[in-house]
């Protein structure tokens, strides 16, 4: 059973910056690409960025030059550090898990966690 959590959410200011966390069980993500969505009010779910399995990294580009992801293999955990952030990246983000096909799809994870709310005040 593989279970994804996502943690580190919260209520910031336009500037601010935030670390979301991604733990995994049931599946070793550095064996696997991860990605991160985030769905806005009213909007619907949209690409944030991606890790693979060899450490390649994809980002939407709202979001380049602001958002890093990174990965630590000893706690099977996925971050992204967001900085710069703004009013438009308020959303409910998701971390999943590749299973095949274009990273940048919804429809290529199989997995993916609950969410975790970000919220930008401007």
């Known amino acids: 059973q593989v279970q994804l959590v996502e943690s580190g959410g919260g209520l910031v200011q336009a500037g601010d910056s935030l670390v979301l966390s991604c733990a995994a069980s049931?599946?070793?993500?550095?064996?696997?690409?991860l990605g991160w969505f985030r769905q806005g009010p009213g909007k619907e779910r949209e690409f944030v960025g991606a890790?693979?399995?060899?450490?390649?990294?994809y980002y939407a580009a709202s979001v380049k030059g602001r958002f890093s992801i990174s990965r630590d293999n000893a706690k099977n955990t996925v971050y992204v550090q967001m900085n710069s952030l703004k009013a438009e990246d308020t959303g409910l983000y998701y971390c999943?898990?590749?299973?095949?096909?274009?990273?940048?799809?919804?429809?290529?994870?199989?997995?993916w966690g609950q969410g975790t709310q970000v919220t930008v005040s401007s």
């Open positions: 890790i693979n399995w060899s450490g390649g990294r």
């Open positions: 999943a898990s590749h299973r095949s096909g274009s990273y940048f799809a919804a429809t290529s994870y199989d997995y």
């Open positions: 049931g599946r070793t993500l550095s064996s696997y690409a």
